[in-house]
């Protein structure tokens, strides 16, 4: 089973900056994509960011220029900065991984989440 763990959330002010980690866990045969997704109160799940393992990232609209995503393959660990933070990115951020297990199969894993509150 690959198990998520992430850390860096906190309270920042309008305009600070974030860095959050999220480590990958458990046998893995390889890990595709990686990536953080976002849910604030009262709306659905959405994607915020991910990278490929060649480390071709994809952005929402909403946070280009301002966040940026990155990964170490060796260490199968994903990375959010984020930068010029608004009160609109509070929410509850989620680490994600999808690959193929030990026993070939593939997952699609979940970390726990890490509160991001951004004050005006």
């Known amino acids: 089973q690959v198990q998520l763990v992430e850390s860096g959330g906190g309270l920042v002010q309008d305009g600070g900056s974030l860095r959050l980690s999220c480590a990958a866990s458990g046998i893995t045969f390889r890990i595709n994509a990686m990536g953080w997704y976002r849910q604030a109160p009262g709306k659905q799940r959405e994607l915020v960011a991910d990278i490929t393992s060649g480390h071709s990232p994809n952005y929402a609209d909403s946070v280009k220029g301002r966040f940026t995503i990155s990964r170490d393959n060796a260490e199968n660990t994903v990375y959010l900065q984020m930068n010029s933070l608004k009160p609109e990115d509070t929410a509850v951020y989620y680490c994600?991984?999808?690959?193929?297990?030990?026993?070939?199969?593939?997952?699609?894993?979940w970390g726990q989440g890490t509160q991001v509150t951004v004050s005006s």
């Open positions: 994600n991984a999808r690959g193929i297990n030990a026993l070939l199969r593939s997952f699609d894993s």
